[in-house]
């Protein structure tokens, strides 16, 4: 089963967006990367509020967005000025839109939701022109300390997930073609106890899925590394994140 953010349309911009200003270049880095002219139909899966279709969409001829999650593309619709963008509420698995439709498809931080990526990817291919790329964009962090990693070991036990945001090896691996890549690189301050205030209030999909004791314990846990690393969760540190926009090919049939 995919996982819906219905439940964190009304806290994702806060805790996923950008600072101000960085979307603009996050934005150009997809443009320049994906070589846009302004002719192209893109299709974003997993659009969610609008982070990135918003800022990317005035450099292609339509942008069409689709999400499970009716709540998080309200959100998007709230926020659209004279974007040439059009949503459709559906399931990235069974993409309703004809073959060879777009020269390109956009995935950001969504794969790692979907149980059948695979199908996805299937559905990706089918729905490129020859020609065509898939654009997959994901955040990594180079400071002190890597949220997404403590989470991700946190709350699965150190199990590896099947597909991560970060790694990426699994497009290679089902036969996509890496191609080039742009990135772009930004800091924001950030008071650690505000992570484990985070995690406290279910803000990461990974958490989502917890019991009560278990969260719980995750939360003591993440609280009791913060306080090893830093002797004061209240202070603010400088994060350093790094956005990836990579290319890739589909398969050839
Ligand atoms: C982490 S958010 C990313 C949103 C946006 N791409 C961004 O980077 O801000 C993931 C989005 O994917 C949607 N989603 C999850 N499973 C999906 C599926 N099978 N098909 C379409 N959308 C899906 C969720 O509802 C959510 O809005």
Known sequence: MSISFDNAAHFYDETR??????????????????????GER???????????????????????????SPLMMRRLLEKRGDEPISLVQGDA?????????????MAVHIFHLIPGWQQVLVELARV??????????WNSNDQAIDIETTLKELVSGGRAEAVGARGNTFLEESGWQVGEEEMYTFTRQQKPIEIVDQMRRRVWSRTWRLSDAQLAE??????????QRFSDLHTSI??????????YLPPKT
């Open 17 to 38: 967006g950008f600072p101000a200003g960085v979307e603009t270049n996050a934005a150009a880095a997809i443009a320049r990367v994906a070589g846009f002219t302004g």
């Open 42 to 68: 893109v299709l974003e899966i997993g659009v969610g509020t609008g982070r990135i279709a918003l800022p990317v969409a005035p450099y292609v001829q339509r942008y069409f967005g689709i999400d499970i």
């Open 93 to 105: 698995t069974r993409l309703p839109f004809p073959r060879a439709a777009f020269e390109a498809v």
């Open 128 to 137: 490129l022109k020859p020609g065509g790329c898939l654009i997959h964009c």
């Open 218 to 227: 995750n939360v003591a846990a993440l609280q009791q590394m913060l306080e």
């Open 238 to 247: 400088e994060v350093q994140t790094t956005f990836h926009a990579r290319i």
